[in-house]
């Protein structure tokens, strides 16, 4: 029995080094390949940095192996579409699509699409790593006006077609930029900014497709990376529901794309942190769609969105801060700081479940006006809709969360707010409204009749704050503790966090409420309903102040307290 355990723990020894030896064969054999416009040649072998290859073509015949390198040379320019499918890095080993000769007085390499349709185009791989590359696709595609928009043009293409699994790909350090289908002064007609997400070609900064039945493509991570200037959305994920998991987005910046900053469709598992998205829906070039959220999701479960700004949102509809649309559960929105977008603050739409907005600072949200410059939907602070497309009864959303939020609107905007009486589940608590203007009830943007009644089941309506009592609409979920007064924000109207730090504390300090389950919920959120830190990162400890900014006197003493106690 001795000798059988000592022969099977052998043969373990033995099969680690083996694989381990493996390992270290495959790190030893990796082979950079160096790309050089100036002094290269495709004649040469490229793997010699002496003797590189001139263009990226020789990697169509070139089969890539775990730990291999593209090195394109910092501060040159390279002209085509880089295609690579079915390429396998592996764990520790990835393949690496990077630059060489770099140094900070050195300009990272130009990858442009030239009168290709997309700068690089990655098709069923893993464990591969894009970085510290520039990436543009200025030059019109010369198929530039196809009869519908079947052909899209991207910075960067990440595609799955095939029944399988594909993980790790990591793009960090890039800059993309100036991505467009059609040739400059294209002008779209003005229906198609009315349209669900366009009907017609556009340029994409970076797309990540999964569209098989039972295909996954998991632990995707995109960071460091900016992206403008592209005529529809910086950054989308699309994929079948639950085909696309594991996705991160972080330290990124997105800003004058066309269409949204950031969207998320079909991605289960998701963290976007501390990301800057503006102008969103920009107007800037005529190619643009012009309409777009900062952020939004589709058919999503378990993402996190945390520590972003959303700022200037454009378009004549939706264009909110974040919105969250429909077939969603369990997508947070918490500790970001949101500003000026024309669609508003809150959006939830329809057949969503256990959603939530908490801990977040809204400033001058929702100042679209309908039918004014085109809109044909009015901005709103704080919308839940039942909306799940044109063709279906409006349903939900269910169970929607709304607390310790602070919402400045000055004397310019008249915030609007729409309930759906579809809805079900809505808990509304210790918010800050600071509303110069008093609000008023808007219906009918998406279904005629949708908002008609508000007789809404499971309400907890308790413990905001607000201006004034006749600031929110009386008749419309009445607050059962409603607070007013002037909370004195530090700098109201600004644009940092700390501008809605509060010197009038004892009129929002300890007045919150813990927040519980909704009546009805059963579940909750996914991350938990007490949060241990405010906006500002600050304990939150005890009965919660009102608005996302924790007093930080009061807070200390407690702590204070409790130390002197033990």
Not at 17 to 32: C, D, G, K, P, S
Not at 89 to 116: E, Q
Not at 291 to 298: D, E, F, I, K, N
């Amino acid at each position: 029995m001795n000798k059988n355990k000592h022969s099977a723990r052998f043969l373990k020894v033995f099969v680690l080094v083996i694989l381990l030896l493996m390992l270290q064969q495959q790190q030893a054999i990796a082979t950079n390949y160096y790309i050089n416009s100036k002094n290269g040649n495709d004649g040469n072998k490229g793997s010699n940095l002496k003797a590189p290859w001139k263009t990226s073509s020789p990697l169509a015949t070139t089969i890539l192996k775990p730990g291999d390198s593209i090195l394109f040379a910092s501060g040159q320019s390279f002209s085509g579409m880089l295609t690579l499918e079915n390429v396998k890095g592996n764990a520790g080993h990835p393949v690496v699509i990077s630059s060489y000769l770099y140094n900070r007085n050195i300009a990272k390499p130009i990858l442009d699409a030239g009168i290709d349709l997309n700068t690089i185009w990655l098709k069923n791989s893993s464990h591969v790593k894009i970085e510290g590359l520039e990436i543009t696709g200025a030059v019109p595609y010369p198929n530039n006006n196809p009869p519908s928009k079947s052909l899209m043009r991207c910075g960067i293409l990440i595609e799955q077609t095939q029944n399988e699994w594909n993980s790790n790909i990591d793009l960090n350090n890039l800059v993309i930029h100036d991505v467009y289908f059609n040739p400059k002064g294209f002008i779209r007609n003005a229906e198609e900014v009315k349209t669900a997400n366009g009907t017609q070609s556009y340029g994409w900064g970076v797309r990540f497709i999964n569209n098989t039945t039972g295909g996954k493509l998991t632990n995707i991570n995109v960071s460091q990376t900016e992206i403008y200037n592209v005529s529809h959305t910086g950054l989308k994920f699309t994929s079948t529901r639950g085909g696309m998991q594991n996705v991160v987005v972080a330290n990124c910046k997105v800003h004058h794309t066309g269409g949204p900053g950031i969207q998320l469709s079909g991605v289960q598992d998701g963290h976007i942190h501390h990301n800057k998205i503006d102008h969103s829906g920009s107007k800037d070039d005529s190619r643009n769609w012009a309409r777009g959220s900062g952020l939004w999701t589709w058919g999503c479960s378990n993402i996190l969105i945390e520590h972003n700004r959303f700022e200037n949102a454009n378009g004549p509809g939706d264009s909110a801060g974040i919105h969250i649309d429909y077939n969603c559960s369990d997508v947070i929105v918490q500790y970001n700081f949101s500003a000026n977008n024309a669609g508003g603050f809150c959006e939830i739409l329809g057949n969503n479940f256990n959603c939530a907005y908490r801990y977040n600072i809204s400033v001058n949200d929702g100042y679209r006006i309908k039918g004014k410059d085109g809109a044909f939907q009015e901005g709103k602070v704080f919308w839940l809709s039942g909306f799940q497309g044109d063709k279906q009864p409006p349903v939900g959303p269910f169970n929607s969360y709304f607390y310790n939020n602070t919402i400045y609107v000055d004397s310019t905007i008249t915030p609007k707010i729409s309930i759906s009486n579809s809805a079900n589940g809505i808990l509304v608590a210790n918010n800050i409204f600071y509303f110069e203007k008093d609000a008023i009830i808007v219906t009918g943007d998406q279904k005629k009749n949708e908002e008609a009644t508000y007789n809404i089941n499971n309400v907890v309506f308790t413990n905001n704050l607000f201006l004034r009592k006749d600031t929110w609409p009386q008749q419309f979920l009445k607050d059962k503790l409603l607070l007013t007064g002037d909370p004195l924000f530090r700098n109201k109207g600004g644009l940092t966090a700390g501008d809605y730090k509060i010197m009038n504390d004892t009129l929002v300090r300890n007045k919150g409420i813990g927040i519980q389950k909704i009546p009805g919920d059963t579940k909750g959120l996914i991350q938990g309903l007490q949060l241990k830190n405010d906006m500002m990162g600050n304990p939150v400890i005890g009965v919660p102040d009102i608005g996302a900014i924790e007093n930080d006197k009061e807070k200390s003493g407690i702590q204070k307290t409790s130390r002197r106690k033990h």
